[in-house]
């Protein structure tokens, strides 16, 4: 194990019957490091993470975290990991700070969890039932129970699913700042924003294997796409009549393909969306699409993100 690597997965597979859910795994994280697992529903994100975790035991591969064998060494890993998992409960008429009182007692060392139920804006619920919060309420008492004993590492499996946008954001500063006192995070998510704007590295996994890993600008920058470029066909002005009707039907992609910087075009009924790159590459598709006669409209041209380089590896969108 090199000095800095503070998780280290080699060759990890779990197969459940015909089902591959982890096939042939490898991650090396460091210390520090805000690491994030992305893929479809069914990739083996959760399962990964469990046995690193110790709860599932993987049948073949070796897995380290802190120099400690999650299977051997569980009790002693529990004290210096803290774990947020993607499906759990607490009973119904269990108080919040009875609940953190109770996980506080599991562990040789805790912090203090006022100053977390305020980081998390749960400080008003503290005295509220379980079954008394939202969907995104119960998902924040989740991340303040896994940061409970002040752990070397901390686990959040879909950490802001149920969230609202602000919550999300909340969260995403929380994370930074329990990074900054030296938490390594490992997180899944699925949304390729929070995966690009706060993981450090990035790991695309699909049918229970890694197809990229990388920092996510690397990832997007190795594309060799710049940008996204989409637009709606509206129709076809032949002279000045309008053929709107048969206007996605008429539209022949081929057209744009030979533009300069267009490395990529793909229709979905009247959504035509352009991947490419240079500077000018929105001014020559305007001019390509006027000389042609293409009436468009909603034309936004984007930076390519985590999700295109997840579609041009795959073929398929991630959602899918
Ligand atoms: N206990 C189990 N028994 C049988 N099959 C399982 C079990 N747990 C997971 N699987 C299967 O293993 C595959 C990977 O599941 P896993 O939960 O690791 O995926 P995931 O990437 O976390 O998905 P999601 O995004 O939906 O949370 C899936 O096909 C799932 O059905
Ligand atoms: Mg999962």
């Not at 637009?231 to 309008?242: D, M, V």
């Amino acid at each position: 194990m090199q000095a800095q690597e503070i998780i280290t997965v080699e060759n990890l597979y779990k197969h459940y019957g015909q089902v591959k859910a982890v096939d042939g795994i490898s991650l090396q994280i460091s210390a520090s490091e805000i690491f994030g697992m992305v893929g479809p529903n069914g990739s083996g994100k959760t399962t990964t993470i469990e046995c690193i975790e110790g709860l599932r035991q993987p049948d073949k591969g070796k897995v380290r975290v802190l120099g400690l064998d999650p299977e051997k060494d569980f009790y002693a890993l529990r004290e210096i990991i803290g774990v947020q998992l993607q499906a759990c409960n607490l009973p119904a008429r269990m108080r919040v700070e009875e609940a953190l009182d109770l996980f506080a007692s599991f562990y040789q060392h805790s912090v203090d969890w006022r100053a977390l139920l305020d980081d998390l804006g749960l400080t008003e619920k503290r005295r509220s039932f379980y079954n008394q919060l939202s969907g995104g309420q119960k998902q924040r008492l989740f991340v303040a129970l896994a940061l409970i004993n002040r752990p070397n590492i901390v686990f959040l499996d879909e950490l802001t699913t149920g969230l609202d946008p602000q919550a999300r954001r909340a969260t995403w500063d929380l994370v930074r700042r329990i990074r900054e006192q030296g938490t390594t995070v490992f997180l899944t998510t699925h949304f390729m924003e929070e995966a690009e704007r706060l993981c450090d590295r990035v790991a695309i996994l699909d049918h229970g294997r890694v197809i990229a890993m990388d920092t996510p600008n690397s990832l997007v920058s190795q594309l060799g796409m710049s940008r996204r470029v989409t637009f709606e066909i509206n129709g076809h002005s032949s002279g000045a009549t309008k053929i709107a009707n048969h206007a996605a039907s008429d539209f022949n992609p081929a057209l744009l393909g030979v533009v300069e910087g267009v490395q990529k075009v793909d229709q979905d009924g009247n959504e035509v969306v352009v991947h490419g790159k240079g500077n000018g590459l929105v001014g020559e598709l305007v001019r390509a699409l006027e000389n042609a006669g293409v009436s468009f409209t909603n034309l936004r041209s984007e930076q390519a993100n985590l999700e295109d380089v997840f579609l041009a590896l795959t073929g398929r969108a991630i959602r899918n």
